[in-house]
């Protein structure tokens, strides 16, 4: 069965503290992305990569940044948390054959406060 | 640019009644659409798909949708509702050439007993 799982299902953290996401998932694919979930917005991507050491930015990347340094795993950085990043972040991935059939993890919900 | 609205924040249906749920897309082309439900506390799960052929579409938990092309719509349709069905639905559309997907702001949909 495939899996996504992330390090941390609620994490409470202050201003200005630098955050890690971590997401690994066991199923060799090679796309990987990280969302934020807010009520009302839906889903918006970060950042997704393509490849170990690939990084794209998404639509919402400005104060994150992301690190792929194996396959399976894909990290979610906060350089300086801040109160409106207060939010659920969603960790996927996806097989290059199969485009768009994402495999999402149960969430890490982040408050900063 | 691609986009997709969901015009129902929040329905509430009764345990065995029908459901549908909206979603309407904006994209130039023919577009490839998708139905992601996410249960309480978990990731999104790919329910159906629609690329190309036939408009009407089966997915998993006895979920089907329809493509209709003049009325740029892709609705989630269910004859018979659980209780289990009670989750946040999200229709998506794919990105055009950047492979990514594209979310609605998802449909919360409550079942009475």
């Known amino acids: 069965d495939v899996k996504v799982t992330q390090s941390s299902r609620y994490l409470v953290k202050r201003t200005g503290e630098k955050v890690f996401l971590e997401c690994v998932q066991d199923?060799?694919?090679?796309?990987m992305f990280w969302y934020r979930q807010d009520p009302g917005l839906g889903l918006r991507l970060i950042y997704f990569s393509y490849d170990v050491k690939m990084k794209e930015k998404g639509d919402i990347p400005e104060g994150y940044s992301v690190s792929r340094e194996k396959k399976e795993r894909f990290s979610l950085i906060l350089e300086s948390a801040s109160t409106n990043q207060t939010s659920m972040y969603l960790c996927a991935s996806e097989d290059q054959g199969n485009y768009y059939e994402q495999y999402f993890g149960p969430g890490t919900r982040l408050t900063v406060t | 640019a691609q986009s997709v609205t969901q015009p129902d924040i929040h329905i509430t249906v009764s345990e065995g009644a029908s459901l549908e749920l909206r979603c309407n897309y904006s994209?130039?082309?023919?577009?490839?659409l998708f139905w992601y439900v996410q249960s309480p506390g978990q990731g999104l799960q790919l329910l159906l798909k629609?690329?190309?052929?036939?408009?009407l579409v089966q997915g998993i938990k006895g979920f089907e949708a329809e493509f209709k092309r003049s009325q740029s719509s892709f609705n989630l349709r269910k004859p018979s509702v659980h209780w289990s069905d009670a989750a946040e639905y999200f229709c998506a559309v794919e990105g055009g050439a950047t492979n990514k997907l594209i979310f609605g702001t998802g449909t919360l949909l409550a079942v009475q007993p």
């Open positions: 199923m060799d694919h090679e796309n």
């Open positions: 629609y690329f190309s052929g036939d408009t």
């Open positions: 994209y130039g082309a023919t577009p490839y």
